[in-house]
């Protein structure tokens, strides 16, 4: 399961280090693989039609990890009682849904 193999306390920790108002934010650095790996998804998944394309890639990977960062600052402050796996496979195809393209 995805919450044993998570530390509960590291991405606390990491998740706030971000808060803070100066310094580096690494979470939000767009050179990391994790941006690099999310644009390229998204421009293929609008190259083939499955995205929408009156959103820019950039737009749709901000929307995408806001999301992601969103489930998991809130299973951190729940302090784990739900089962991260589960919820996001539920909450994940919903946000989802607005970038794809239903035409």
Not at 6 to 31: F, P, W, Y
């Amino acid at each position: 399961m995805i919450e044993n193999s998570i530390s509960l306390d590291l991405l606390a920790r990491l998740l706030s280090t971000q808060l803070i108002t100066k310094g580096e934010k690494h979470l939000l650095d767009r050179n990391r693989y994790y941006y690099k790996l999310l644009r390229r998804i998204i421009r293929e998944g609008q190259e083939s039609g499955e995205f929408r394309t009156d959103l820019s890639v950039n737009e749709m990977v901000k929307l995408y990890a806001i999301a992601e960062r969103a489930l998991l600052y809130d299973w951190c402050i729940c302090n784990g009682e739900y089962s991260l796996k589960t919820y996001g496979s539920t909450a994940m195809p919903i946000y989802l849904a607005q970038i794809r393209n239903d035409s």
